[in-house]
């Protein structure tokens, strides 16, 4: 089984301002990693994603994430915030052979000005 | 451009009154899911189709239906809606191939209010 942990439910970060989401998971085989955007009343949008490779992924908007296994994380980072990054983040995980995802709890992202 | 389309992306309905929500795609992915999202929760599976084959979550309700009548349209029957069934309804669609990521696309939502 697979299960994924975001800490902070909320994180409000001033504008220009580096933006760090945590992500922890856990799975007993290699897992997919993904970071999803939610904007108010709107669907989910891929931001990024981990399969296999480089550890370092970058995505859209900025955003990158590191897979560490040694530590079992997945942190979303972005050196500098825009008001637009205003949302809720999800991560999200599933195994090879398995097809559903799992998705931590999401943080919201507050940018003030 | 291919897409994940969802309707009606409003729908209020009365208590007990049933309601059918649509999901269409243009990406011919051979899976279909539909979750469903309360107000700052993460989105919680219901159910999901690999091309004909319908697979329910354990902890769906059986207030909850679902039909694929092909590979590019499927549809969330909620026969008697009840106040906790307010909540977005998220489709999305992927397509199964292998050793690959699975990359889930999700439509816009269609937002449920139960009066």
């Known amino acids: 089984a697979q299960s994924v942990t975001q800490l902070g439910s909320h994180v409000s970060v001033s504008e220009g301002a580096l933006v760090l989401l945590r992500c922890n998971y856990s799975?007993?085989?290699?897992?997919?990693l993904f970071w999803y955007v939610q904007y108010p009343n709107q669907g989910l949008q891929l931001l990024l994603k981990?399969?296999?490779?480089?550890?370092l992924v970058k995505g859209i908007n900025g955003f990158e994430a590191e897979f560490k296994k040694s530590e079992t994380s997945f942190h979303l980072t972005k050196p500098s915030a825009h008001m637009s990054d205003a949302a809720e983040y999800f991560c999200?995980?599933?195994?090879?052979?398995?097809?559903?995802?799992?998705f931590g709890a999401g943080t919201t992202v507050t940018v003030r000005a | 451009d291919a897409m994940v389309i969802q309707n009606p992306r409003y729908q209020v309905t009365q208590f007990g009154k049933p309601v059918t929500l649509s999901c269409s795609q243009t990406?011919?992915?051979?899976?279909m899911y539909w979750y469903q999202q309360k107000s700052s929760q993460a989105p919680k599976l219901l159910f999901h189709?690999?091309?004909?084959?319908?697979?329910n979550e354990a902890d769906t309700p059986d207030n909850f239906q679902s039909r694929r009548p092909n590979t590019s349209f499927c549809f969330l029957d909620i026969r008697s809606p009840g106040l906790g069934d307010a909540a977005m309804y998220l489709c999305?669609?992927?397509?199964?191939?292998?050793?690959?990521?699975?990359?889930?696309?999700f439509g816009a939502g269609s937002r449920l209010t139960v009066l």
């Open positions: 999305a669609t992927s397509r199964i191939t292998g050793a690959g990521a699975n990359v889930l696309t």
């Open positions: 799975s007993s085989v290699p897992p997919y």
């Open positions: 981990y399969t296999t490779g480089a550890t």
């Open positions: 999200a995980v599933r195994t090879l052979g398995d097809y559903k995802l799992s």
């Open positions: 990406l011919n992915h051979n899976v």
């Open positions: 189709y690999y091309d004909k084959d319908f697979n």
